[in-house]
């Protein structure tokens, strides 16, 4: 097999991969804000010549309705009926990237993608908005693909792809199970799907993650009287909104920092000695990390009875992740608010359900009404948790690529993010995932300054590659 060809062709056409990375990086894809519409579908279109030279049959698939439409969907399949070994893959990533905001943090802007050499802080890296998630991590695939193409001649190196990519990952996937439902057959032809979108143990310890939480998400606006009020004048006399709505809020964790709302763990699997043990095995250094983020050892918080990566793995959890009301201008100003709201996420994990606990958080809200206020709720959707088989022998091939791409045996993870396609192919075709990714935990991803170190993005292309002929030599169960 020509494995070796193919990671010596991307060694020798690296400075070519990287200019292509700039290109794609430099188109503002930024999935959830309508002004940027025609840059997402130029970002989907930039994927879809990707792959059209590297011999697949390519389409765009529109999304949504016509009053309402979603973000374009690339959908790129192997050409002809045979002659394909091994089993039939399914890459999924998206092409769409967060908003940038606050941009004045950022040291240059997040569409003129900045290439850094290594220092004390980080790798050689390209600094931009999507470098890591998931431009980069989705370009170390199709430049694979371009490699084994430019080598063989063959798309996909003669391993039959289907591959997805979507444009609402960052939004919530609105469309996605519609197209998934519109799209079943071609989509359930694959024995299993493969993500990079994930990130490693560390700087050069590769890993795959076998589970993600799943996710929901609600916003809850407290509303007390009719118009904002002077507070001199109204305080003391009347509920205020603000006053109201933290009270309530503070009373969703309890003393040991569990979730108050009834049955919230309903359902959450037991972790086990074995798992706990490996994890522990894994050495990672949660003072390291909180160091990184500019936090001291005592910042290691969270539910009574759990280390911090079994918090971050295996339980769920309740966020506040914005509060909007009142006066939030320079100076001072004596107002009470006529409402107040709060963005929330619960982050889940098997076998939590989603809506279940978007109905179960409403419902706790509404038992706690202030007197003579009201509530208005927005469910702003989710996802499942996936924790995916770790014995296929489509992952024990990707073992084997990345111990073969990187030179080290890819440690096993989980993580604390959400990627709602895994649950959604798992329920609704019964697909396994494998997530294979290649991110670091200080690559910002969401943040000001997101990068991508070139590093991470060379194993990730030659894992991808050297799976190709992994898949082609493993036999299925
Ligand atoms: N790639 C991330 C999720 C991720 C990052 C998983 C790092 C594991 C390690 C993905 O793009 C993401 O941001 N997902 C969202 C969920 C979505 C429904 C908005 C998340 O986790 O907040
Ligand atoms: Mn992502
Ligand atoms: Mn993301």
Not at 71 to 80: C, N, W
Not at 150 to 170: F, S
Not at 429 to 440: N, Q, R, W
Request: with cysteine; proline share 6%; charged share 25%.
């Amino acid at each position: 097999m020509s494995t070796q060809q193919v990671l010596d062709w991307l060694t020798e056409n690296e400075t070519q991969s990287i200019e292509r990375f700039i290109q794609w990086l430099k188109i503002p894809s930024i999935g959830t804000d309508p002004k940027h519409d025609p840059d997402t579908a130029k970002a989907a279109q930039w994927a879809a010549d990707h792959l059209k030279e590297s011999g697949f049959s390519v389409e765009l698939k529109s999304t949504g309705t016509k009053d309402n439409p979603g973000q374009p969907i690339v959908l790129a399949t192997s050409p002809g009926d045979d002659d394909y070994t091994g089993p039939h893959v399914l890459f999924y990533g998206h092409y769409d990237v967060q908003p940038v905001d606050p941009v004045e943090l950022w040291d240059s802007p997040p569409f003129e993608p900045t290439h850094l050499p290594a220092d004390d802080h980080a790798g050689e890296r390209i600094v931009a908005r999507g470098a890591c998630d998931d431009k980069g991590q989705v370009l170390m695939f199709l430049e694979a693909m371009r490699g084994w193409h430019q080598t063989t001649g063959k798309p996909g190196g003669g391993v039959r792809y289907t591959i997805l990519l979507e444009g609402e990952e960052e939004s919530g996937s609105v469309n996605l199970e519609q197209f998934v439902d519109d799209h079943k057959d071609t989509l359930s032809k694959a024995d299993v799907c493969l993500i990079s979108d994930t990130g490693m143990l560390g700087r050069g310890k590769p890993a795959i993650t076998y589970g993600v939480r799943g996710l929901a998400y609600i916003e809850v606006t407290l509303i007390g009287p009719d118009q904002d009020l002077h507070s001199g004048l109204w305080g003391g006399k009347v509920p205020n909104p603000i006053n109201e709505l933290t009270k309530v809020l503070a009373q969703l964790w309890d003393q040991d920092r569990r979730v108050t709302i009834p049955n919230f763990y309903d359902g959450v699997r037991e972790l086990t000695a074995a798992e706990r043990q490996a994890w522990q095995e894994l050495g990672v250094d949660p003072v390291a990390a909180l160091k990184g983020i500019g936090l001291p050892p005592e910042a290691n918080i969270g539910e009574k009875g759990f280390n911090s990566i079994e918090r971050e793995w295996a339980r769920p959890t309740c966020d506040i992740n914005g509060i909007i009301g009142g006066y939030t201008g320079p100076g001072a100003k004596t107002v009470i608010a006529s409402k107040a709201s709060a963005k929330l996420s619960f982050r889940l994990v098997d076998d939590q359900d989603s809506e279940k606990i978007a109905a179960a958080a409403i419902q706790w809200f509404k038992d706690r009404t202030p007197p003579g206020c009201t509530w208005e709720f927005e469910n702003h959707g989710g996802g499942a948790p996936a924790t995916c088989a770790t014995e296929s022998t489509p992952l024990q091939a990707a073992f084997r690529a990345i111990e073969r791409a990187c030179g080290i045996k890819p440690a096993m993870i989980k993580s604390g993010g959400s990627i709602p396609v895994a649950g959604l192919l798992k329920t609704t075709i019964g697909l396994e995932t494998i997530f294979m990714g290649f991110g670091l935990e200080d690559d910002r991803v969401h943040s000001p300054n997101e990068k991508f170190e070139l590093d991470c993005f060379r194993m990730g292309a030659k894992s991808h590659a050297a799976l190709v002929e992994e898949l082609t030599n493993s036999t299925s169960d």
